[in-house]
T-cell receptor, first 115, second 111 residues
Framework: NAGVTQTPKFRVLKTGQSMTLLCAQD?????MYWYRQDPGMGLRLIHY???????AKGEVPDGYNVSRLKKQNFLLGLESAAPSQTSVYFC??????????????FGPGTRLTVL | GEDVEQSLFLSVREGDSSVINCTYT??????LYWYKQEPGAGLQLLTY?????DMKQDQRLTVLLNKKDKHLSLRIADTQTGDSAIYFC???????????FGAGTTVTVRA
């Protein structure tokens, strides 16, 4: 199993450009999450999904959109990138039915720089 | 999310014990976790504790939970160079599978 994979690993954008980050998991997990990691701030939840076709806002959703058209994929879109969106983005997945403690499995991250 | 706080840096000598501390504010927390992030990688679950426990031991790792003071700690015995990483404290409430993370403690192990 590949686990959770993210594409791309690195990206540099200019202000105003758009892009989509792709997350894929092969563990048949129901829940998927997008976080951003900034120095001194830990991980903050952007959006999450509790199943195919459903999405919900997290702590910092402004400027991002998501889609979960297939159970194994969770896409994060930036319609008009801003320098404040420079960050490392992590995708995670979990399956609450597997164990009460609901371990989240993380991808390797995408480092995004917006100039 | 609710606030989770931890100190940002810890330096420890190889072979000594490391203790990383965390405080949280959500009284409805049911599970508390320690995740480890190695350089350039994603987070991996290191250990967790259910809120009705006050201690959990797993090989070199000891987790202590003081629910009254909302204080969580992770002790790593016989710290090795491979333990150099960022350690995140996180919590969740039973009805909500979202995690709230602390800012992470960077542990540096020196020879």
């Amino acid at each position: 199993n590949a686990g959770v994979t993210q594409t791309p690993k690195f990206r540099v954008l200019k202000t105003g450009q758009s892009m989509t980050l792709l997350c894929a998991q092969d563990m048949n997990h129901e829940y998927m999450y997008w976080y951003r990691q900034d120095p001194g701030m830990g991980l903050r939840l952007i959006h999450y999904s509790v199943g195919e076709g459903t999405t919900a806002k997290g702590e910092v959703p402004d400027g991002y959109n998501v889609s979960r058209l297939k159970k194994q994929n969770f896409l994060l879109g930036l319609e008009s990138a801003a320098p404040s969106q420079t960050s490392v983005y992590f995708c995670a997945s979990s399956h609450p039915g597997l164990a009460d403690y609901n371990e989240q499995f993380f991808g390797p991250g995408t480092r995004l720089t917006v100039l | 999310g609710e606030d989770v706080e931890q100190s940002l840096f810890l330096s420890v000598r190889e072979g000594d014990s490391s203790v990383i501390n965390c405080t949280y504010t959500d009284s409805s927390s049911t599970y508390l976790y320690w995740y480890k992030q190695e350089p350039g990688a994603g987070l991996q679950l290191l250990t967790y504790i259910f809120s009705n426990m006050d201690m959990k031991q797993d090989q070199r790792l000891t987790v202590l939970l003081n629910k009254k003071d909302k204080h969580l700690s992770l002790r790593i015995a016989d710290t090795q160079t491979g333990d150099s990483a960022i350690y995140f404290c996180a919590e969740t409430a039973y009805s909500d599978y979202k995690l709230s993370f602390g800012a992470g403690t960077t542990v540096t192990v020196r020879a």
